[in-house]
């Protein structure tokens, strides 16, 4: 790899000159230079532009792809469309710039300043944005999917939603999530999501963020192999940590159902008007409901047995706690938080 020509710097020299930023004597005379590349339309795919101060330039439709930025001034720079795929940009400026419809894919923005800046409908899709600062940044219609956010700074982000983390998985099914790989990360990023939407007023996008930000958690538990991992495990099943009230209603029917399936298999009810009254599967199911909801009308009794009567004890006691657990989600879900 060529280094800078100023002895003993290890430096690589920036895209057209033979000295690193730092040496480079006359910044400004480059400055112009480069703006004369630029009419020209030249490649500058996999350049070396790290530290340079580019600021007030017009990159508007380049191939910047797998360009090294690193800790570079783009500030109120136009690089409206441009292709930025892989693009190193570790700690770089782009204040106040604008990069409507740029391509961002998978680039590595570690550190850097996105403060006030536009990125309607930029693709960062697989980005890394852990530690940027995106304090009045647009990201109107910005794709987001699997991008990193640990410690961003999210809480006056404009235009953010969930619509924003929209994107498609392997089996072309639409999914909604940001960098899962490190879950302790994930956490705290679908925390300052979670927040994010609070202060927003977007109850029903915060409610994903928590339910996600649960689901981290949880995962955490079983990476520590902590017993709290089975009540999270339940509650998710159950409930979807109180953000999915749909789950309660379907856990409800598997729990009747299947009650009903063991009072049937057990033959363990007395139809009280007749001894010998042919039971038939919907009087389990109905017996198994007024149970569960411990309505109780009398015609049908467990059995005189122990057992019998512990089972249907045992339902009327799941029943409470689960229309319990539906009336609190609803309350959750449905109202501001």
């Known amino acids: 790899m060529i280094k800078c020509k100023t002895q003993n710097c290890r430096n690589h020299p920036v895209f057209s000159s033979e000295f690193c930023w730092e040496h480079i004597t006359d910044k400004e005379t480059y400055r112009e230079r480069l703006r004369e590349i630029l009419e020209n339309r030249l490649s500058l795919k996999g350049a070396n532009f790290a530290k340079a101060d580019l600021s007030n330039f017009d990159l508007s439709r380049q191939d910047l792809s797998a360009a090294n930025f690193s800790r570079s001034n783009l500030s109120f720079s136009s690089l409206f469309d441009t292709d930025l795929r892989n693009a190193e940009l570790l700690g770089a400026d782009f204040s106040g710039s604008d990069l409507t419809s740029s391509n961002l894919e998978g680039c590595d923005l570690t550190r850097s300043?996105?403060?006030?800046?536009?990125?309607?409908?930029?693709?960062?899709k697989n980005a890394n944005l852990i530690e940027a600062n995106l304090n009045q940044c647009d990201l109107w219609n910005a794709k987001l999917f699997n991008a990193r956010l640990w410690r961003t700074n999210l809480l006056e982000v404009v235009s953010l939603s969930k619509k924003n983390f929209r994107g498609r998985t392997m089996r072309h099914f639409n999914a909604y999530r940001i960098n899962e790989k490190g879950v302790m990360s994930a956490e705290e990023a679908y925390r300052s999501l979670k927040k994010h939407f609070i202060t927003s007023g977007k109850y029903n996008d915060a409610s994903w963020a928590s339910f996600k930000e649960k689901t981290m958690e949880r995962?955490?538990?079983?990476?520590?192999?902590?017993?709290?991992?089975?009540?999270?495990?339940?509650?998710?099943?159950?409930?979807?940590?109180?953000?999915?009230?749909?789950?309660?209603?379907?856990?409800s029917l598997f729990v009747i159902l299947g009650y009903a399936t063991a009072y049937l298999l057990l033959d363990?009810?007395?139809?009280?008007p007749s001894i010998e009254y042919h039971m038939s599967i919907s009087d389990y199911v109905y017996y198994s409901g007024i149970t569960f909801t411990?309505?109780?009308?009398?015609?049908?009794?467990?059995?005189?047995?122990?057992?019998?009567?512990?089972?249907?004890?045992?339902e009327a006691f799941i029943g409470t706690?689960?229309?319990?657990?539906?009336?609190?989600?609803?309350?959750?879900?449905y109202s501001a938080r």
Request: charged share 15%.
């Open 321 to 333: 706690f689960m229309m319990g657990l539906f009336i609190f989600t609803l309350a959750r879900k």
């Open 219 to 251: 995962l955490l538990l079983k990476k520590k192999r902590n017993p709290a991992y089975l009540p999270s495990l339940i509650m998710d099943f159950l409930c979807g940590y109180g953000e999915k009230p749909h789950r309660i209603i379907l856990s």
């Open 268 to 272: 363990a009810i007395l139809y009280t």
């Open 113 to 124: 300043s996105l403060s006030g800046a536009r990125l309607w409908h930029a693709n960062l």
């Open 294 to 314: 411990t309505v109780g009308y009398g015609d049908f009794i467990p059995k005189a047995s122990s057992l019998f009567r512990f089972l249907a004890a045992s």
